[in-house]
Nanobody, 124 residues
Framework: QVQLVESGGGLVQAGGSLRLSCAAS????????MGWFRQAPGKEREIVAG????????SYADSVKGRFTISRDNAKNTVYLQMNSLKPEDTAVYYC?????????????????WGQGTQVTVSS
């Protein structure tokens, strides 16, 4: 079992930045692929970014490419999402997820463990 705790969400103006963090409870964190997803009201949960176990391979949704960066620190059991040039359409609850597979994954069904989510609100 892996417990995930997100932090770093909040209210920011359009064009601003936020850094989300996700702390994992398990020492085997370094073997897991990780992902960030988001869900806006009335919409399905969607992939934002994924990263493989080593951090050497990443994938991004087209809507965030060039603005968001996913990274991980396996020594700290933590994955990050740096969000720059935020837009009102980025407003959503952001979830961290972990997969027992090691490679980059981009679908919700590929992930086994989920955090409780953190709210990101971007005002215009």
């Amino acid at each position: 079992q892996v417990q995930l705790v997100e932090s770093g969400g909040g209210l920011v103006q359009a064009g601003g930045s936020l850094r989300l963090s996700c702390a994992a409870s398990r020492r085997a964190f370094g073997n897991y692929a990780m992902g960030w997803f988001r869900q806006a009201p009335g919409k399905e949960r969607e992939i934002v970014a994924g990263i493989d176990w080593s951090g050497s391979s990443t994938s991004y949704a087209d809507s965030v490419k060039g603005r968001f960066t996913i990274s991980r620190d396996n020594a700290k059991n933590t994955v990050y999402l740096q969000m720059n040039s935020l837009k009102p359409e980025d407003t959503a609850v952001y979830y961290c997820a972990a997969s027992q597979f090691s490679w980059v994954l981009t679908t919700t069904t590929s992930y086994d463990y989920w955090g409780q989510g953190t709210q990101v609100t971007v005002s215009s």
